[in-house]
């Protein structure tokens, strides 16, 4: 991730609330139904980080050839390493309110 192939850099404001608009579920994918994870549904997560997500939701392939009502689907797919830079925001942007409130704290107490 060198900076020289990069232009444009600007920091990543506004953190918290668009972290706020991702909504973590928890799950089991149809193939493996004992097994319970935590994740994203892509759809919703593209609309807060849009380049995590590839692929459009509902999207299917034009089965000219094969006789399915809807054709075949095209599924979506999630890196979920592209929510990282956000996380980091935010988590840096909650720290800072922490630090703020806990600095009004000390000077209440010292007054």
């Known amino acids: 991730s060198d900076y020289r192939l990069k232009e444009n850099v600007v920091s990543l404001t506004d953190g918290i609330s668009r972290l706020k608009n991702l909504k973590p579920s928890r799950f089991n994918w149809k193939s493996v139904p004992g097994v319970t994870i935590d994740g994203f549904i892509a759809h919703e997560a593209q609309t807060v980080v849009p380049e995590s997500v590839s692929g459009e ?55």
Not at 66 to 95: H, R
């Open 57 to 111: 939701k509902d999207q299917v392939a034009d089965d000219s050839n094969v006789d399915t009502e809807n054709g075949t689907p095209i599924y979506q797919k999630m890196d979920n390493s592209k929510i990282i830079p956000l996380l980091t925001a935010a988590l840096q942007e909650a720290i800072a309110k922490i630090e703020t409130l806990e600095a009004e704290v000390n000077a209440l107490k010292g007054s």
